[in-house]
């Protein structure tokens, strides 16, 4: 069963297969408006204010068009008849100029995320704007910006050692600041059919990158027009090359997860969805955004930091994302287990980590266990812990609480004595029912072997039971008697095998030579 992890309450949940990929520098975020949103406007609005700008009115067949969010036809229509078709690119770049102190707030997030193999930033956007490169001039220079900008025919095959940097697949506005020249752009019916239809330029280029890359889409909606035209393109090469990767998109549920999730699926995209924040509808995003950034820039001081963080919480008033980040911490990682040990202030959180510890086998659960009931002896609910794993017969609890106890005793003496008991009954109970199986069958062989005497004499003995105390009240520092700790008592829990033993023919051959039944019952 493949596991997931969120960042925040409302955040999205994230495959950790997807987790592991960012970390190996496998995806590639393709950002769409949203992502520039609010101060830049997204596709529909850009359509409203052109129109605005030019002073037109939409004709029937556009107003068509808009109204089923076709906003490359509508201004498609509108550059036709048009004495000069380039007004709605020339409007378009008048509206998507990059304000004078730009939020890159989002971007700096994606350019985290968003990385290859060495830490090169590699992401795609169809948006027009320059705000990516305004987030790279500022945690590096101008001149590191524009080098960093490719469109046009500066569009780097995916797959070979030019890939990094900021893609503009639709093309690229000026940018004086950074002396970024302006491309051609691909804004209306005509461009998308030639980019990604006749022409087919970047559908190859789609093509190409998902072969090498996990895509990640955000700041689109299964409607808008760039998700049209890329998956409708690959949802068809999918069904020829198995080789394609998968393709994920960041979108809200607005409060019915069910039917958010259906327009993407139709397009063989598997949604990560949030549910929309009070105040602010994609604060639950962006912060889930900026948590995942700080595992992949330092997974192993995520790790540490996670770890210390939510093991000091007691378990039953953790959130879930909690406990899942808490499993991803220490899945595959054993040498962070003693960092948990450390800090694991709930026994309960040892039920939430099992399968992480014991991916590792039992053995790395019982001594973990162990080094946590050290820390503090004479804490009681470590002792009733113990009590708890020594009666699910947990392999190797016994010669872990061994080596504790002589690495490092209890200082109060009844303590010790009553660790030393539970190691001794963790031993008797890790007897295992097959053994007694296999001991049944052997014994009940004509004649039975002097060692398996010693097993028949160990299986029917008596043995040691450990139970809570019947006191109520909290233990004091120092016990008075061991009954305060716990109640020790001796039972023969496996005396029914003696009777299968009688049944056997050296048991009858025993009887019929004079030995009564009152004897082999003592025996």
């Given amino acids: 069963m493949s596991r997931s992890m969120i960042f925040t309450p409302h955040g999205p949940d994230f495959p950790e297969d997807l987790i592991n990929e960012l970390l190996e520098g496998d995806v590639v975020f393709l950002c769409g408006a949203g992502v520039s949103a609010p101060q830049l406007p997204n596709f529909e609005n850009l359509v409203r204010q052109v129109y605005a700008r030019l002073g037109e009115e939409r004709t029937h067949a556009e107003e068509y068009a808009f109204s089923l969010g076709r906003f490359e036809e509508a201004l498609g229509a509108l550059a036709r008849r048009l004495v000069r078709a ?28 968003s990385r290859d193999g060495i830490g090169k930033p590699a992401l795609v956007t169809t948006n027009f704007d320059t705000l990516f490169e305004r987030s790279l001039m500022q945690s590096h220079s101008p001149e590191f910006a524009a080098a960093e900008s490719a469109a046009g025919q500066d569009i780097p095959a995916p797959g070979s050692t030019r890939f990094h940097g900021i893609v503009h697949l639709h093309g690229r506005l000026a940018d004086p600041q950074l002396d970024l020249p302006q491309t051609e752009l691909v804004l209306t019916s005509a461009q998308y059919g030639e980019a990604y239809l006749r022409a087919g330029w970047a559908a190859r280029f789609l093509f190409d990158l998902t072969r090498c890359r996990t895509l990640i889409l955000v700041g689109y909606t299964a409607s808008d027009a760039p998700v049209r035209y890329i998956l409708n393109v690959l949802e068809g090469d999918r069904e020829r090359f198995s080789d394609l990767r998968k393709v994920y998109a960041l979108s809200t549920s607005n409060g019915n997860a069910e039917m958010a999730a259906a327009p993407w699926q139709a397009l063989a995209v598997e949604p990560l969805l949030f549910q929309p924040g009070e105040g602010d509808p994609y604060g639950p995003l962006w912060t889930s955004l900026g948590r995942l950034a700080d595992l992949v820039e330092n997974p192993d001081a995520w790790r540490r930091n996670t770890i210390a963080r939510v093991a000091a919480l007691v378990a039953a008033d953790a959130d879930e994302h909690d406990k899942r980040s808490l499993k991803w911490a220490l899945s595959g990682r054993s040498d962070l287990f003693e960092h948990f040990v450390e800090r694991c202030a709930d026994p309960d959180w040892f039920e939430t980590v099992a399968a992480e510890m014991k991916a590792f086998g039992n053995r790395a659960m019982a001594w973990m266990l162990a080094r946590w009931f050290a820390r503090a002896w004479s804490d009681e609910r470590r002792f009733s812990t113990a009590m708890k794993y020594v009666d699910q017969r947990l392999g190797s609890l016994s010669e872990a609480l061994w080596g504790e106890l002589d690495r490092n005793a209890p200082q109060n003496e009844l303590w010790e004595k009553a660790w030393r008991l539970l190691a001794d009954s963790a031993g008797d109970r890790s007897h295992s029912s097959l053994d007694d199986f296999q001991l049944r069958r052997r014994l009940n062989r004509p004649f039975i072997a002097e060692r398996d005497l010693g097993r028949l004499a160990e299986a029917v003995g008596p043995r040691l039971q450990i139970e809570p105390s019947f006191h109520e009240e909290e233990l004091p520092d120092a016990p008075g008697r061991l009954s305060d700790i716990a109640r020790f008592n001796m039972e023969a829990e496996r005396q029914n095998i003696l009777g299968d033993v009688l049944a056997s023919p050296a048991g009858k051959l025993q009887t019929s030579c004079g030995c009564s039944n009152a004897r082999a019952r003592d025996w």
């Fill in 86 to 113: 380039d007004d709605v690119i020339d409007t378009t770049a008048e509206l998507l100029q990059v304000p004078a102190e730009p939020d890159v707030a989002h971007h700096t997030v994606i350019l985290r995320l």
